[in-house]
C-alpha cells in the first residue's frame, strides 16, 4: 500500500507562489504516476498536473494553470512538488495529491489513472 501526505498549503496574494510538496511511504515501487489536483467549494474536481516517474518523466498540465504550475520530482524519489507561480484567486481552492501505475486505456491526466489520494492541503489566493 502506499500513503501520500501533502503539504505546504497557505494563503497568499493574486501573484505570489506556493510549493506543494507530497511526500509517499509505504510501497513505492508499485506507482509510476502522480499528479495533482483540486476542488474549490462548489465545483468538480479538476486535474491540475501530473508527472510519470519512469524514463521520460512526461508531465501534463490543465490548460488553466500551464505555463505558471511546474511538477516535478524531489531529489528524494518519495517526493513530488507542484511550485505555482503567478497564483490567481481563482486556483482557491483545496489541493490533492495522487498516485497510481500508468495503466493503458486512460490518458495519463484521467483521474482513473488515480488509485491512492492524500487528504488535500488547501491553498487560498486572496486577489
Known amino acids: 500500500q502506499v500513503q501520500l501526505v501533502e503539504s505546504g498549503g497557505g494563503s497568499v496574494q493574486a501573484g505570489g507562489s506556493l510549493r506543494l510538496s507530497c511526500v509517499v511511504s509505504?510501497?513505492?515501487?508499485?506507482?509510476?504516476?502522480m499528479g495533482w489536483f483540486r476542488q474549490a467549494p462548489g465545483k468538480e474536481r479538476e486535474g491540475v498536473a501530473t508527472?510519470?516517474?519512469?524514463?521520460?518523466?512526461?508531465?501534463t498540465y490543465a490548460d488553466s494553470v500551464n505555463g505558471r504550475f511546474t511538477i516535478s520530482q524531489g531529489n528524494n524519489r518519495n517526493t513530488v512538488h507542484l511550485q505555482m507561480d503567478s497564483l490567481k484567486h481563482e486556483d482557491t481552492a483545496m489541493y490533492y495529491c495522487?498516485?497510481?501505475?500508468?495503466?493503458?486505456?486512460?490518458?495519463?491526466?484521467?483521474?482513473?489513472?488515480?488509485?491512492?489520494w492524500g487528504q488535500g492541503t488547501q491553498v487560498t489566493v486572496s486577489s
Open positions: 509505504g510501497d513505492r515501487d508499485s506507482i509510476n504516476l
Open positions: 495522487a498516485a497510481g501505475p500508468r495503466r493503458l486505456g486512460f490518458s495519463q491526466s484521467d483521474a482513473r489513472q488515480f488509485r491512492t
Open positions: 508527472i510519470y516517474l519512469d524514463g521520460d518523466y512526461t508531465t
